[in-house]
């Protein structure tokens, strides 16, 4: 397998090649994906809500618009939406209400 890679000019990264059981969760697009559900990594949330943060201080400042605030929460909704994340989203969102 090495030899192939090796060929293509590839290699295995030892810390992500280790075989686990599904059960601890699989690693993929920001999520874990486990057999019967899926979460959003932590260090995602607090990249997303620091940013959300951030946006909605420009917005008052009046430095970008509603539109682009909106944008954001929207697209952080949208790709959230694809774990069991309700009750995050609540949360992180929580301060936004107007």
Partial sequence: MRDRLGALR?????GSAQVQAVAHGVPWLGFV???THRRV??????????????RYAAW??????FAKFD????GW??????ADSW???SHVLEPFVF
Avoid at 41 to 54: E, W, Y
């Fill in 10 to 14: 590839l290699q295995f990264h030892e």
């Fill in 33 to 35: 994906v486990y057999p």
């Fill in 41 to 54: 990594k932590a260090r995602k949330v607090v990249q997303a809500t620091r940013s959300l943060h951030g």
């Fill in 60 to 65: 008052q400042r009046v430095e970008i618009s």
């Fill in 71 to 74: 944008a954001s929460v929207q």
């Fill in 77 to 82: 909704i949208n790709h959230v939406r694809y």
């Fill in 87 to 89: 009750g995050l989203r």
